[in-house]
């Protein structure tokens, strides 16, 4: 992948007693060089985080991203982001990048919801691809991705991840949004 090669990397942060979550945007490029930012929110415990990271995007108005990476797929406290409806909105690839061995979230979305709100937690969860595991730097990640095959989907992955197994789009994305939380508590936002 060329080093000037963008990719939009999101992650969220938020504190016990929010409402709403940071969502933050990074673009990196794949020689590391952070290359803009856009923030916005989602609901925590919500359901729209998918529109969220559309919205992000959008805002952002940057057609040199060719790909996104996402820390997860279900940011906020189960706002499960469907990654097919988002790669479609945007027209590029998704990739989410998890970072923990588990046995998928249906087991915590049954503890957490009942009835219609995990109906549709479930749903969107269910109609995800599945997760890989991938090596990368020493780590495993967990991979899902939709709008490119698995190779491909490796292939940005380690592009992306500078050592460990945290690709920078992601780890930039992650710190950024934290310090705005903080920022938007502080100030009392």
Not at 52 to 57: F, P, R, T
Not at 143 to 164: C, F, K, L, M, N
Request: overall charge neutral; aromatic content about 6%.
């Amino acid at each position: 992948m060329k080093a000037g090669a963008r990719a939009l990397g999101v992650a969220e942060s938020f504190a016990d007693a929010d409402d709403r979550s940071v969502l933050c945007g990074a673009v990196v490029r794949a020689d590391r060089t952070a290359d803009g930012f856009v923030f916005g929110s989602c609901a925590v415990g919500g359901t729209d985080a998918t529109d969220a990271i559309e919205s992000l995007y959008a805002d952002l108005g940057r057609e040199d991203v060719q790909h996104l990476l996402l820390a997860g797929i279900a940011p906020a406290w189960f706002n499960v982001v469907d990654l097919r409806s988002l790669a479609t909105a945007v027209g590029r690839p998704v990739l989410s990048v998890s970072f923990e061995s588990s046995p998928g979230l249906e087991p915590a979305l049954r503890e957490q919801f009942s009835g219609a709100a995990l109906d549709r937690r479930l749903r969107t969860y269910r109609a995800q691809p599945p997760r890989r595991r991938l090596s990368v730097g020493g780590d495993d990640v967990f991979v899902r991705a939709v709008g490119v095959d698995d190779e491909r989907a490796e292939s940005i992955v380690r592009a992306h991840t500078a050592e460990g197994g945290r690709p920078e789009p992601v780890r930039v994305a992650r710190l950024a949004a934290r310090a705005a939380r903080r920022f938007r508590a502080d100030a009392g936002f």
